[in-house]
């Protein structure tokens, strides 16, 4: 049994007539009374009764037509997923992220947007390190990433989508965090304790702190470390300590903090979006398209 014989038999089922099943399907009208008559020896069931005036469904034929129906409607279905996978309009996506790319508002407003251009496409979203996305994407673990800059392989292309100022975080009772908002230089934080990531963390910040304290004049001392943003931000509230982070986490307003932007050269950050040189996803190009559109 092929598909098209149940073609055949749901044209003559709807037409009860031949002649003109046959005009419908574009055939002559001797080949499909053989088809229909090899069906029914397949099937073992007589599927219409046939008389010189009219065709009529048999009761066999009336209960194959409900199933025939149903099948072609499935295949068509399959079909219509084949197609909208390859066009990237349906499946699942997995993204990682660093921890502060979302408070950047065009990223969740293109997040947005991708949700309400492919409804059917299911968004796996994965808070990671810079590092970690890197690493995710040389694995195939993941389809796109949005990481702090970091060196990265050939086999991995970066986007910039945006940059931002870095900024001291400082407990709202240090001496440079009093009266009016004022920027500041690095230098100021020589001798201050220092809330950070640690090294292994792999944050893409770490390095650069170093790098901007070190053409400040100084080596910062790492007082405390934390993998979580809102837990040195926290500890910075708790008087442990001072922090260096990107403007966007300006956003999150914890009691006891204020910000102050760094006057430095090169105190600034910026965020990428990093996928495989070699994509070949429908899915994630439309996803990149849309991103790179917003930011």
Not at 219 to 233: G, L, N, R, S, Y
Request: a negative charge; hydrophobic letters at 45%; zero cysteines.
């Amino acid at each position: 049994m092929e598909l098209r014989h149940l073609r055949y038999f749901i044209a003559v089922a709807e037409e009860l007539h031949f002649g003109r099943a046959a005009q419908a399907l574009g055939i002559s009208q001797p080949p499909l009374s053989q088809q229909i008559q090899a069906l029914e020896q397949e099937l073992g069931a007589r599927l219409f009764e046939r008389t010189n005036r009219r065709v009529e469904l048999s009761e066999a034929g009336r209960l194959f037509l409900e199933e025939a129906r149903q099948v072609l409607a499935q295949v068509d279905k399959a079909a219509d997923v084949a197609r909208r996978a390859q066009l990237g309009e349906l499946g699942e996506m997995k993204i990682g992220f660093t921890s502060s790319a979302p408070f950047n508002s065009s990223i969740p407003k293109a997040i947005y947007s991708f949700r309400q251009r492919f409804p059917a496409v299911h968004l796996n979203l994965k808070e990671m390190s810079s590092r970690d996305v890197a690493e995710a994407l040389l694995d195939e673990r993941i389809e796109v990433g949005l990481m702090r800059p970091l060196p990265l392989p050939d086999s991995l292309v970066a986007t910039e989508l945006f940059r931002e100022p870095l900024v001291a975080v400082l407990n709202a009772d240090h001496p440079l965090a009093r009266g009016t908002e004022q920027d500041l230089h690095l230098a100021a934080l020589a001798n201050e304790p220092f809330v950070f990531f640690p090294r292994s963390y792999g944050s893409g910040l770490h390095a650069q702190l170093l790098s901007l304290a070190r053409q400040a004049g100084f080596t910062p001392h790492f007082a405390q470390e934390a993998a979580e943003v809102m837990t040195i931000i926290g500890l910075v509230s708790a008087g442990l300590g001072v922090s260096v982070l990107p403007a966007s986490f300006q956003r999150m307003r914890i009691d006891g903090v204020v910000y102050r932007t760094l006057l430095d050269a090169d105190a600034d950050t910026a965020v990428w979006l990093v996928q495989r040189r070699e994509q070949g996803s429908a899915m994630a190009d439309a996803f990149v398209e849309l991103l790179t559109r917003k930011a």
